[in-house]
């Protein structure tokens, strides 16, 4: 199954519903339906899915992810104004789309979706950072999504799939490759966009891994490596000393120079730390 449905074009539906993008809800659209359709493949195999989708706005991604296939989409709105848009949607494919109006860092989707969900979305940066850190830390794993696909700022999207020793290697690098395979999978220049955005745009691709690479727990590892990089230039013994009293022993333990800084420690390094002072806790 593939092709544009039958629908208005996207400017024509953002003209007849006065869909004016708006900064505080930060929309940039994307109104090519064939870009949209690449990006809904992207997702997986879709006519086996459940897809839930952040922010739809007028529509161009639920269109694609309809029209490529997807079994189910359940689409989460902040913004009132794109309903009507995204309900004219809804009659064009019975049955397959609902819509919730809402936040979705306060709605929970779950009842409404059938195993197995990947997760698709366009959203604003912060909004997508925070969701991607909640879905990447549940404490049971595997999580509820097999797959999130997700477009960031491509600064952002080379933070998730960032190694040891790069700049760009951080909370992020390591709460994503922890528990899941990261890769990024297409870049959009600005004017992919209505509005144009600032800066270019990528999608990564995030599958759940049935178990984490190595164990650790989640909410321990997350704060040993948000103290890690906040600070990141300072040597470890410093930035990690709230941690516990005898953090030197720790880091040692766990196989870490106390003298080494955040960016260096690899993945393994920093579940071995986890360990540690879970275990010191005790
Ligand atoms: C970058 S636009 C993308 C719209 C559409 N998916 C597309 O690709 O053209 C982001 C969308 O997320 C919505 N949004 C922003 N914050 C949200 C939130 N907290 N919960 C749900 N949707 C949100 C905006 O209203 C907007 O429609």
């Not at 359940?74 to 919730?100: M, V």
């Not at 984490?212 to 890690?228: M, Y």
Request: proline share 9%.
């Amino acid at each position: 199954m593939s092709g544009i449905d039958d629908l208005p074009p996207l400017r024509d539906v953002i003209a007849a519903h006065d869909l004016r993008a708006r900064k505080s809800l930060g929309q940039n659209f994307l109104l090519d339906l064939n870009l949209t359709a690449r990006i809904a493949r992207a997702a997986g195999p879709l006519p086996e899915l459940d897809i839930l989708e952040i922010g739809p706005g007028p529509g161009g991604l639920t269109r694609g992810l309809l029209a490529e296939g997807a079994r189910r989409v359940l689409a989460i709105e902040k913004d009132r104004r794109c309903i009507p848009a995204l309900e004219e949607i809804a009659a064009a494919y019975p049955g397959r789309l609902s819509i919730i109006e809402g936040d979705a860092l306060e709605v929970d989707p779950l009842e409404h979706l059938t195993p197995p969900v990947a997760v698709a979305a366009n959203l604003p940066y912060n909004v997508g950072t925070e969701l991607l850190v909640r879905w990447l830390t549940p404490q049971a794993w595997p999580p509820f999504w097999q797959s999130l696909t997700l477009m960031f700022q491509k600064e952002v999207a080379e933070r998730i799939v960032a190694a040891p020793g790069s700049k760009t290697y951080g909370r992020l690098a390591i709460l994503a490759q922890w528990r899941a395979e990261a890769r990024i999978v297409m870049t959009l220049s600005p004017g992919a966009f209505t509005p144009p955005p600032k800066v270019s745009s990528a999608v990564v691709h995030l599958t759940a891994l049935p178990e984490p690479r190595f164990p650790a727990d989640p909410k321990i590892l997350e704060e040993v490596v948000a103290r890690a990089f906040n600070q990141r230039r300072k040597m470890l013994r410093a930035s990690l000393k709230g941690l516990h009293p005898d953090i030197e022993t720790l880091l040692e333990e766990a196989g870490i120079a106390p003298t080494d800084r955040a960016e260096q420690i690899s993945l393994e390094a920093f579940c071995a730390l986890a360990r540690s002072v879970q275990a010191a806790r005790q």
